[in-house]
T-cell receptor, first 116, second 111 residues
């Protein structure tokens, strides 16, 4: 079945450093790929999404490219801020459950701490 | 625009007590609804999903149950809580898409 492997954290960076969080996947077919972000004590927020090979999702300075040849969807940001401190989850579409409902598979999350 | 609410935000319950968590969605019709649990160090676990009123699918056997009495209302229940039920419970919705949108969550501590 579909699965996601995400680099384990925690990751600690200084402000304005370059960020990469690795995500690789195993899937049949052509799943959509997602990055979600969870700030302390809150629910998950959709950060970005890509639906087909070579698509680039981007939002708030974050980017990730759907790489089918390497089965990867690495999250990058050129210059992180303290406010980016959160847990980041990579996810992909797992199964179609019928009636327009899809199930997602999530990675275990990577905690990012950005220090001033 | 669509919004999703969960309550209560936090809950402390003794072992063996009942549970009822509520999730409601506004601004959309016929959403698909999901309950997840996030336990410390264990990532996100899908518990239940629903594609319509009264239609519940369970992902894992446990002492929890779910109900959907109205189109935009999703309830998570238990008759007797266990210590292992502690965690952060998240409700999510989607509409004819694989993109899910999450609520703010309920922090449950079972003592």
């Amino acid at each position: 079945g579909n699965s996601v492997t995400q680099m384990e954290g925690p990751v600690t960076l200084s402000e304005e450093a370059f960020l990469t969080i690795n995500c690789t996947y195993t899937a049949t077919g052509y799943p959509s790929l997602f990055w979600y972000v969870q700030y302390p004590g809150e629910g998950l927020q959709l950060l970005l999404k890509a639906t087909k090979a070579d698509d680039k999702g981007s939002n708030k300075g974050f980017e990730a490219t759907y790489r089918k040849e390497t089965t990867s969807f690495h999250l990058e940001k050129g210059s992180v801020q303290v406010s980016d401190s959160a847990v980041y989850f990579c996810a992909l579409t797992r199964t179609y459950s019928g009636a327009g409902s899809y199930q997602l598979t999530f990675g275990k999350g990577t905690k990012l701490s950005v220090i001033p | 625009s669509q919004t999703i609410h969960q309550w209560p935000a936090t809950l402390v319950q003794p072992v063996g007590s009942p549970l009822s968590l509520e999730c409601t969605v506004e601004g959309t019709s016929n959403p698909n609804l999901y309950w997840y649990r996030q336990a410390a160090g264990r990532g996100l676990q899908l518990l239940f999903y629903s594609v319509g009123i009264g239609q519940i699918s369970s992902e894992v056997p446990q002492n929890l149950s779910a109900s959907r009495p109205q189109d935009r209302q999703f309830i998570l229940s238990s008759k007797k809580l266990l210590l292992s039920d502690s965690g952060f419970y998240l409700c999510a919705w989607s509409v004819y898409s694989d993109t899910q949108y999450f609520g703010p969550g309920t922090r449950l501590t079972v003592l």
